[in-house]
């Protein structure tokens, strides 16, 4: 079984229930099906490759869910283009996976550079002579797909961890990885027909991961009316939402806006939040302002989203609330050491995965997807420990990376813009601990000799190239970088220095 076949199973079964809700009208389970197939029929006459690369990008929109859907549907690789990223790493991403087909809102159709994208289809209002997916769809009502599905190893879509510059860095989730996430959430969480998700945190990331669970359950998808802390807080209430994932810098912005009023949220289940630790004093206020519904998983790119799962219950004891829970039912995780010996229970080591839920790879790099895979483990670049009631715990990351609101900022891709400054000689970015953020990006620079520069103007050089995710909300200037023995920026010199200043 393909994931997409569990959303028209459920189609079979919930026919005339509502499967969307929106501002902009209701979509049940058979009118969103069609949908899905008249687009997936069209993109597979615009291609007829099984596996050839779509990407697409927008905001969280009804019309983005019935695209993916339909990539996912005509037998093609979903490459999702992140709107909130900068235009040129956007391009990269493009440049790099080579798709033949690009969906985009009509701004980003213009200024992306889409000259080697052999078809370009608008989502919502596009120019004159651009087709949009509405006028494709029209040509192609009442047909089903073609089955042209590829084996379980191929490529279902193709997420990026980096590549803000130089060579973008591609994870290739499979079939059987889409797979093994939608059957671990709907084991873990027991979702049903009565299952209402709210969609808050973008399409692009996470959020996908949970449209076929809730759909192959025959649950509903909510979209508020924005993304403003009220509006969601707002849906909540009046749309009977019972599940949602969102990053923990969210929750807090919900909190922040409810402050002082008294809600209430009867029909919630599962308040989901990853991508980010949460501090046990953010955690204990998440359940007075929501109640005992909070829960985490932990997963990466590479091992999509439910390596292990803590659940609500769990978090009744609070000598939990430092773990991110158990292994999910698919998942199988160990820690290890550096000759690549399974540790026991309580010792400290790399967090490694494997089984279906593990990437097929690095797209177009062998090398790296050998350094990442060894003996059939996935190697995280996270170390923790797992104690003897399996709880995974973790300690902190090997690789350099930090995780800002549900977000992974590679520094070298943020050194390497901010060094582009006529007025910087070199830069050091790495993370603090934050209440908003979870972790903020913070970044310390030396100028050139006899140079000067603002902060405001490198937070806009920044900006322009990285987006405003990956963009430094501290800036901090030093006559010299301390520097090892090596020669070499020493960066937990320069964090500890920073976070004295701080104090």
């Not at 028209?8 to 501002?23: D, G, L, N, Y």
């Not at 501090?279 to 007075?288: G, L």
């Not at 026991?344 to 895979?373: F, N």
Request: include cysteine; charge should be negative.
């Amino acid at each position: 079984m393909y994931p997409i076949e569990l959303f028209f199973k459920a189609t079979r079964q919930f026919r005339e229930k509502t499967a969307i809700r929106s501002p902009q009208g209701n979509l049940t389970f058979e009118q969103l099906a069609n949908k899905v197939n008249s687009l997936a029929v069209a993109l597979q006459y615009m291609d007829a490759t099984t596996s050839s690369r779509v990407g697409v990008c927008g905001e969280n929109t009804v019309e983005h869910v019935v695209c993916l859907l339909a990539v996912m549907a005509a037998g093609k690789t979903w490459v999702p283009l992140n709107s909130r990223n900068a235009v040129s790493e956007l391009n990269r991403t493009i440049a790099f996976t080579e798709p033949s087909i690009v969906i985009a809102t009509q701004e980003y159709l213009t200024s992306l550079d889409l000259s080697a994208v052999p078809h370009r289809i608008a989502m919502g209002i596009g120019e004159d002579g651009v087709d949009t997916v509405s006028t494709i769809s029209a040509q192609h009502v009442g047909e089903d797909p073609g089955s042209t599905f590829p084996s379980q190893d191929a490529a279902q879509a193709i997420k990026f961890t980096g590549g803000s510059t130089g060579t973008p860095k591609g994870v290739v989730q499979p079939y059987r990885a889409w797979l093994t996430t939608a059957i671990n959430q709907i084991h873990e969480y027991a979702f049903d027909e009565d299952d209402r998700y709210l969609i808050a945190a973008p399409v692009t990331h996470g959020t996908s991961t949970y449209l076929i669970p809730i759909l192959a359950c025959g649950g509903c998808l909510v979209f508020p009316r924005d993304n403003r802390p009220a509006s969601l807080l707002q849906a909540f209430q009046e749309q009977a939402i019972t599940t949602t994932f969102i990053p923990p810098t969210l929750i807090y912005m919900l909190m922040a806006e409810g402050e002082g009023m008294d809600l209430k949220f009867p029909a919630l289940r599962h308040l989901i939040y990853g991508g980010a630790p949460m501090p046990a004093q953010k955690i204990r206020r998440a359940r007075e302002f929501f109640g005992p519904v909070l829960e985490t998983t932990y997963g990466q790119t590479e091992a999509p989203q439910i390596v292990t799962v803590m659940r609500a219950r769990d978090f009744e004891d609070e000598d939990n609330w430092r773990s991110v829970g158990r292994q999910a039912l698919l998942s199988e995780v160990a820690i290890m050491d550096t000759n690549g010996q399974l540790l026991p229970s309580g010792e400290v080591g790399e967090i490694v995965v494997r089984g279906d839920l593990v990437m097929a790879g690095y797209w177009k790099m062998p090398e790296k997807t050998a350094e990442t895979i060894v003996a059939g483990w996935l190697h995280t670049g996270d170390r923790g420990y797992i104690d003897d009631r399996g709880f995974l715990y973790l300690k902190d990351r090997l690789r350099d990376v930090v995780i800002s609101g549900g977000f992974n900022v590679y520094p070298i891709d943020v050194e390497s813009i901010l060094d582009q400054h006529p007025a910087v000689h070199e830069s050091a970015v790495f993370g603090i601990e934050d209440d908003k953020w979870g972790e903020a990006v913070h970044a310390a620079i030396q100028l050139k000799p006899g140079m000067t520069v603002e902060a405001d103007e490198l937070t806009t050089f920044s900006k322009l190239q990285l987006g405003s995710v990956k963009t430094p909300k501290v800036f901090h200037f030093f006559d010299s970088l301390p520097r090892s023995i090596a020669g070499k920026v020493h960066k937990p010199t320069i964090k500890e220095m920073v976070m004295n200043e701080m104090q």
